[in-house]
């Protein structure tokens, strides 16, 4: 039996991209001895594939137990009521596990839900904050919430400067919130996010010291940062972690030996896996010129096409589609997919946990960023680690079938793109260092864990 050295709550927003990284994170505590307990709202359990056996589940609940988020209908009603009714289950769940034998010292949460630090301190609990998102983009936060940013700009080219990045961005480059006045009320939340951070005592990033060095430097100024990713499973990486085998809490069902038997069949690195992540509501328009640049590129594909998706896909597309050139599904393992020795390329979203997989999996990208913090993931997978280059769109928003095809050609086979195949391994190499003892990650996350073992004697 394990003797628990501490005990952290997780308490996540319940979408996919945010709950799996610090399932992540999770594994490598508990892995450290630490015992967790993962919250998770009922209405998002109730739609689980299915649950992990390694890890404690407790259910809270937002408000919303039938349909959760599309249930209140609108975010500002989401958000406010999960506030309330969050705090309550969530105090509740903390005064149950403290006759669990081993009461809970720690809560880490995600800062779309920044009054779970009320709840720390009430029950006098250790709080981290964890941020699903980079360095860069959290930074981009901090600005706004700052004052120091003033957007929206007239022109997607105007430059913006943000202190703690080496130059300036073009608008176009910001998360989109921050331009898009439609986004209003998100980005209130979002620079909410630092409302309170001040009285955290630690601010936990997905991310990697390395790859974003200069503004974790410039932030570690301000907040108590500690970089703790990748969070990719650690058998995609230092493989130090034994019950390794879940790779994370879905309420999609992945499509594992269709798309597995596939890519057996296909040359090594001759694959373009194309995937927009678990959110991303691409126009009728895109998803026609998509269709039709994968069509005409002279690469094999495996495209991810949701349910909710499927009917944007252009008339007489399923039909054309030979077995040969492509296969379209509604969900795969996706960590699965970018290790196979044949993919060559990952066309993305650039959501960030499907860039720090092709990072950590050495895949080189063509970025389509959609919306939300995607632009500022495309900007640094471009130009600042040259692992990638970013289809760029028309006047209309569009990304044109000609620009989707030279983009793949150029990164898969052109000499031009070499650097950019070549630093894509150079990463995977970091990535794998970074968790594996001794590397940054590894010793931010032992100093937490020894942080919170001291408070607990
Ligand atoms: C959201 C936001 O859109 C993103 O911008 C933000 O950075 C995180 O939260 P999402 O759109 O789902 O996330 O994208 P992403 O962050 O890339 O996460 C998608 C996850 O789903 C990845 O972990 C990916 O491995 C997984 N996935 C995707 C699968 O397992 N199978 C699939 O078929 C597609």
Redo the contacts with the bound molecule.
């Keep these: 039996m394990t003797t628990h050295q501490a005990h952290c709550l997780i308490l996540s927003y319940p979408?996919?991209?945010?709950i799996?990284p610090m399932l992540q994170f999770s594994k490598r505590l508990q892995s450290k001895r630490v015992k967790i307990t993962i919250a998770l709202t009922k209405s998002f359990l109730k739609n689980m594939k299915e649950l992990p056996t390694s890890i404690s589940i407790e259910a809270i609940s937002d408000g919303y137990d039938d349909g959760g988020f599309h249930q209140a209908g609108t975010f500002v009603a989401y958000i406010t009521r999960f506030k309330e009714v969050g705090s309550d289950t969530l105090s509740q769940l903390i005064q149950k596990l403290a006759n669990s034998g081993c009461p809970v010292n720690c809560i880490v949460y995600d800062p779309f839900l920044p009054w779970a630090v009320e709840v720390a301190k009430n029950f006098g609990l250790i709080s981290a904050a964890f941020f699903?998102?980079n360095c860069a983009?959290d930074n981009i936060y901090y600005h706004v919430h700052k004052g120091v940013i003033k957007l929206p700009p007239t022109q997607n080219d105007e430059e913006v400067f943000i202190p703690g990045f080496s130059s300036t961005i073009e608008a176009s480059d910001v998360p989109t919130f921050v331009i898009n006045p439609e986004g209003e009320r998100i980005l209130e939340m979002l620079v909410n996010q630092f409302s309170n951070l001040d009285k955290v005592d630690w601010v936990l990033i997905n991310s990697f010291y390395e790859l974003e060095r200069e503004v974790i430097d410039w932030m570690s100024k301000i907040y108590p940062i500690k970089t703790i990713g990748p969070t990719i499973p650690s058998m995609y990486l230092d493989k130090r972690l034994h019950d390794d085998k879940e790779?994370?809490l879905?309420i999609?069902k992945?499509m594992t030996n269709e798309c597995l038997n596939w890519l057996n069949h296909q040359p090594i690195s001759s694959v373009l896996y194309v995937?927009?992540?678990?959110?991303?509501i691409v126009k009728a328009e895109q998803m026609e010129e998509l269709a039709w640049g994968l069509m005409n590129s002279n690469k094999n594909f495996l495209w991810?096409v949701?349910s909710t998706e499927e009917s944007k896909l252009p008339k007489n597309f399923l039909e054309e589609l030979t077995i040969e050139k492509g296969l379209v599904?509604?969900?795969?393992?996706?960590?699965q997919?970018?290790e196979h020795e044949s993919i060559g390329c990952f066309l993305?979203?650039?959501?960030?946990?499907?860039?720090l997989?092709a990072i950590s999996l050495g895949v080189p990208m063509v970025a389509m960023p959609?919306?939300?913090?995607?632009p500022t993931?495309a900007k640094f997978v471009k130009d600042v680690w040259e692992i990638g280059v970013r289809a760029k769109q028309d006047e209309k928003g569009i990304v044109r079938r000609e620009v989707i095809e030279e983009c793949i050609k150029l990164v898969m086979e052109e000499e031009k793109g070499k650097l950019i195949r070549e630093n894509a391994k150079k990463w995977k190499e970091m990535a794998r260092n970074v968790v594996d003892e001794g590397g940054s990650s590894d010793k931010n996350i032992e100093e937490f864990v020894s942080k919170l073992v001291k408070c607990k004697s």
């Excluded at 959609?370 to 995607?374: L, N």
């Design positions: 979408v996919q991209g945010h799996n699903t998102q983009v790779y994370g879905s999609f992945p995937s927009f992540g678990s959110l991303a991810v949701r599904v509604s969900w795969c393992p996706q960590l997919v970018l993305t979203h650039c959501g960030w946990n499907s860039t997989e959609q919306w939300t913090d995607q993931n």
